[in-house]
Antibody, heavy 120, light 104 residues
Framework: DVQLVESGGGLVHPGGSLRLSCAAS????????MSWVRQAPGKGLEFISA???????YHTDSVKGRFIVSRDDASNTLFLQMNNLAVDDTAVYYC??????????????WGQGTLVTVSA | VVLTQSPDTLSLSPGERATLSCRVS???????LAWYQQKPGHPPRLLIYGASNRATGIPDRFSGSGSGTDFTLTISRLEPEDFAVYYC??????FGQGTRLEIK
Protein backbone atom coordinates (compact mmCIF):
# COMPACT_ATOMS: atom_id res chain seq x y z
CA ASP A 1 0.00 0.00 0.00
CA VAL A 2 1.05 3.57 -0.66
CA GLN A 3 0.86 5.36 2.66
CA LEU A 4 2.41 7.71 5.19
CA VAL A 5 2.41 6.90 8.90
CA GLU A 6 3.36 9.59 11.43
CA SER A 7 4.58 8.94 14.95
CA GLY A 8 6.38 10.72 17.76
CA GLY A 9 3.68 13.06 19.02
CA GLY A 10 2.80 13.44 22.67
CA LEU A 11 2.71 15.77 25.65
CA VAL A 12 5.71 18.02 26.20
CA HIS A 13 6.41 21.00 28.46
CA PRO A 14 7.07 24.46 27.04
CA GLY A 15 10.70 24.70 25.99
CA GLY A 16 10.92 20.97 25.35
CA SER A 17 11.67 19.04 22.19
CA LEU A 18 10.05 16.31 20.11
CA ARG A 19 11.02 14.49 16.95
CA LEU A 20 8.21 13.49 14.62
CA SER A 21 8.64 10.68 12.11
CA CYS A 22 6.74 9.98 8.93
CA ALA A 23 7.35 6.52 7.52
CA ALA A 24 6.57 6.13 3.84
CA SER A 25 5.65 2.90 2.08
CA UNK A 26 4.86 2.12 -1.51
CA UNK A 27 7.04 4.94 -2.83
CA UNK A 28 10.38 6.60 -2.01
CA UNK A 29 10.55 9.93 -0.21
CA UNK A 30 13.73 10.88 -2.07
CA UNK A 31 11.73 11.13 -5.28
CA UNK A 32 9.15 13.55 -3.93
CA UNK A 33 8.66 16.97 -2.41
CA MET A 34 7.61 16.24 1.20
CA SER A 35 5.99 18.58 3.70
CA TRP A 36 4.66 19.01 7.21
CA VAL A 37 1.30 20.68 7.79
CA ARG A 38 -0.20 21.32 11.20
CA GLN A 39 -3.68 22.04 12.46
CA ALA A 40 -4.28 23.61 15.85
CA PRO A 41 -7.46 22.52 17.65
CA GLY A 42 -10.50 23.91 15.84
CA LYS A 43 -8.34 25.85 13.37
CA GLY A 44 -7.33 25.61 9.73
CA LEU A 45 -4.37 24.04 7.99
CA GLU A 46 -0.94 25.64 8.33
CA PHE A 47 1.92 24.70 6.00
CA ILE A 48 5.05 24.80 8.14
CA SER A 49 7.97 22.90 6.61
CA ALA A 50 9.05 21.30 3.37
CA UNK A 51 11.96 19.34 2.02
CA UNK A 52 12.67 19.59 -1.69
CA UNK A 53 16.06 17.91 -1.36
CA UNK A 54 18.40 17.63 1.63
CA UNK A 55 20.11 20.94 0.84
CA UNK A 56 16.86 22.76 0.05
CA UNK A 57 14.32 23.07 2.83
CA TYR A 58 11.66 25.57 3.86
CA HIS A 59 10.29 26.58 7.25
CA THR A 60 7.57 29.13 7.84
CA ASP A 61 8.54 32.13 9.94
CA SER A 62 6.76 30.93 13.08
CA VAL A 63 8.95 27.81 13.32
CA LYS A 64 12.16 29.00 11.65
CA GLY A 65 15.17 28.44 13.89
CA ARG A 66 13.25 25.95 16.07
CA PHE A 67 12.10 23.21 13.67
CA ILE A 68 14.26 21.21 11.26
CA VAL A 69 12.94 18.97 8.50
CA SER A 70 15.08 16.10 7.26
CA ARG A 71 14.80 12.66 5.75
CA ASP A 72 16.55 9.30 5.91
CA ASP A 73 16.56 7.54 2.57
CA ALA A 74 17.60 4.20 4.03
CA SER A 75 14.49 4.00 6.20
CA ASN A 76 12.34 5.97 3.72
CA THR A 77 11.30 8.33 6.51
CA LEU A 78 10.70 12.06 6.84
CA PHE A 79 11.43 13.74 10.16
CA LEU A 80 10.56 16.97 11.92
CA GLN A 81 12.81 17.93 14.83
CA MET A 82 10.95 20.42 17.00
CA ASN A 83 12.87 22.39 19.60
CA ASN A 84 11.93 25.09 22.10
CA LEU A 85 8.28 24.18 21.79
CA ALA A 86 5.63 26.69 22.79
CA VAL A 87 1.97 26.36 23.75
CA ASP A 88 1.05 27.75 20.31
CA ASP A 89 2.71 24.70 18.69
CA THR A 90 -0.07 22.47 20.02
CA ALA A 91 -1.62 20.86 16.96
CA VAL A 92 -2.11 17.74 14.92
CA TYR A 93 0.92 17.41 12.66
CA TYR A 94 0.45 15.84 9.24
CA CYS A 95 3.08 14.84 6.76
CA UNK A 96 2.12 15.07 3.11
CA UNK A 97 3.56 14.13 -0.25
CA UNK A 98 3.73 16.62 -3.08
CA UNK A 99 2.38 15.17 -6.29
CA UNK A 100 5.05 16.68 -8.52
CA UNK A 101 4.90 19.28 -11.25
CA UNK A 102 1.98 17.58 -13.04
CA UNK A 103 -0.06 18.09 -9.87
CA UNK A 104 1.20 21.60 -9.32
CA UNK A 105 2.88 20.16 -6.21
CA UNK A 106 -0.53 19.61 -4.59
CA UNK A 107 -0.48 17.14 -1.72
CA UNK A 108 -1.83 13.89 -3.11
CA UNK A 109 -1.06 11.71 -0.09
CA TRP A 110 -1.45 12.49 3.62
CA GLY A 111 -0.66 10.68 6.82
CA GLN A 112 -3.26 10.25 9.54
CA GLY A 113 -1.59 12.86 11.76
CA THR A 114 0.07 12.85 15.15
CA LEU A 115 -1.00 15.07 18.05
CA VAL A 116 1.52 17.31 19.77
CA THR A 117 0.39 18.93 23.00
CA VAL A 118 2.57 21.58 24.62
CA SER A 119 1.45 22.31 28.15
CA ALA A 120 2.86 22.99 31.57
CA VAL B 1 0.91 35.15 -0.93
CA VAL B 2 -2.44 35.22 0.88
CA LEU B 3 -5.40 33.05 -0.04
CA THR B 4 -8.81 34.31 1.08
CA GLN B 5 -11.76 31.96 0.92
CA SER B 6 -15.40 32.98 0.93
CA PRO B 7 -17.76 32.53 2.49
CA ASP B 8 -16.43 31.36 5.84
CA THR B 9 -19.54 29.23 6.28
CA LEU B 10 -22.03 28.07 3.67
CA SER B 11 -25.36 26.58 4.75
CA LEU B 12 -27.10 24.51 2.09
CA SER B 13 -29.37 21.49 1.76
CA PRO B 14 -28.60 18.16 0.08
CA GLY B 15 -29.29 18.40 -3.63
CA GLU B 16 -28.38 22.08 -3.83
CA ARG B 17 -25.42 23.55 -5.68
CA ALA B 18 -22.42 24.86 -3.70
CA THR B 19 -20.05 27.53 -4.95
CA LEU B 20 -16.89 28.22 -2.94
CA SER B 21 -14.45 30.99 -3.76
CA CYS B 22 -10.70 31.36 -3.31
CA ARG B 23 -9.02 34.69 -4.03
CA VAL B 24 -5.22 34.83 -4.29
CA SER B 25 -3.35 38.03 -3.41
CA UNK B 26 -1.22 37.89 -6.56
CA UNK B 27 -1.50 36.27 -9.95
CA UNK B 28 -1.18 32.49 -9.77
CA UNK B 29 -0.59 30.09 -12.64
CA UNK B 30 -3.65 27.86 -12.42
CA UNK B 31 -1.52 24.70 -12.43
CA UNK B 32 -0.59 25.56 -8.84
CA LEU B 33 -4.09 25.87 -7.33
CA ALA B 34 -5.53 22.92 -5.41
CA TRP B 35 -8.66 22.20 -3.37
CA TYR B 36 -8.99 19.81 -0.42
CA GLN B 37 -11.86 18.42 1.62
CA GLN B 38 -11.49 17.69 5.32
CA LYS B 39 -13.90 15.89 7.61
CA PRO B 40 -13.62 15.92 11.42
CA GLY B 41 -10.92 13.63 12.71
CA HIS B 42 -9.50 12.93 9.28
CA PRO B 43 -6.63 14.31 7.22
CA PRO B 44 -7.42 16.49 4.21
CA ARG B 45 -8.17 14.80 0.91
CA LEU B 46 -7.08 16.21 -2.42
CA LEU B 47 -10.09 17.01 -4.59
CA ILE B 48 -8.83 19.25 -7.38
CA TYR B 49 -5.34 20.06 -8.67
CA GLY B 50 -4.29 22.42 -11.42
CA ALA B 51 -7.45 24.45 -10.65
CA SER B 52 -9.73 22.13 -12.63
CA ASN B 53 -8.44 18.55 -12.59
CA ARG B 54 -10.20 16.05 -10.37
CA ALA B 55 -7.94 13.83 -8.29
CA THR B 56 -8.26 10.07 -8.49
CA GLY B 57 -11.60 8.79 -7.27
CA ILE B 58 -13.26 12.19 -6.92
CA PRO B 59 -16.87 12.23 -8.16
CA ASP B 60 -17.69 14.40 -11.15
CA ARG B 61 -20.11 16.54 -9.13
CA PHE B 62 -16.94 18.31 -7.94
CA SER B 63 -15.47 20.79 -10.40
CA GLY B 64 -12.92 23.57 -10.24
CA SER B 65 -12.45 26.65 -12.36
CA GLY B 66 -10.79 30.03 -12.44
CA SER B 67 -7.54 31.73 -13.33
CA GLY B 68 -5.28 34.56 -12.27
CA THR B 69 -6.44 35.54 -8.80
CA ASP B 70 -9.97 34.11 -8.62
CA PHE B 71 -10.76 30.42 -8.35
CA THR B 72 -13.95 28.49 -7.66
CA LEU B 73 -14.88 25.05 -6.39
CA THR B 74 -18.37 23.95 -7.39
CA ILE B 75 -20.30 20.98 -6.08
CA SER B 76 -23.17 20.49 -8.49
CA ARG B 77 -25.60 18.54 -6.29
CA LEU B 78 -24.71 18.17 -2.65
CA GLU B 79 -24.65 14.70 -1.16
CA PRO B 80 -24.80 14.19 2.64
CA GLU B 81 -21.12 13.17 2.68
CA ASP B 82 -20.06 16.49 1.09
CA PHE B 83 -20.68 18.52 4.23
CA ALA B 84 -17.15 19.26 5.45
CA VAL B 85 -14.49 21.97 5.45
CA TYR B 86 -12.87 22.91 2.14
CA TYR B 87 -9.45 24.50 1.70
CA CYS B 88 -7.69 25.97 -1.29
CA UNK B 89 -3.88 25.90 -1.55
CA UNK B 90 -1.28 27.45 -3.78
CA UNK B 91 1.94 25.93 -5.05
CA UNK B 92 2.05 23.10 -2.56
CA UNK B 93 2.34 25.58 0.29
CA UNK B 94 -0.01 28.25 1.69
CA PHE B 95 -3.62 27.36 2.48
CA GLY B 96 -6.72 29.50 2.60
CA GLN B 97 -8.55 29.76 5.92
CA GLY B 98 -11.22 27.28 4.85
CA THR B 99 -14.94 27.30 4.08
CA ARG B 100 -17.22 25.24 6.29
CA LEU B 101 -20.05 23.69 4.31
CA GLU B 102 -22.85 22.84 6.69
CA ILE B 103 -26.27 21.31 6.38
CA LYS B 104 -29.09 23.86 6.40
Amino acid sequence: DVQLVESGGGLVHPGGSLRLSCAASGFTVDGHYMSWVRQAPGKGLEFISALYRPDLTYHTDSVKGRFIVSRDDASNTLFLQMNNLAVDDTAVYYCARGGGYTYGYAFDLWGQGTLVTVSA
Amino acid sequence: VVLTQSPDTLSLSPGERATLSCRVSQHLDSIYLAWYQQKPGHPPRLLIYGASNRATGIPDRFSGSGSGTDFTLTISRLEPEDFAVYYCQEYGSTFGQGTRLEIK
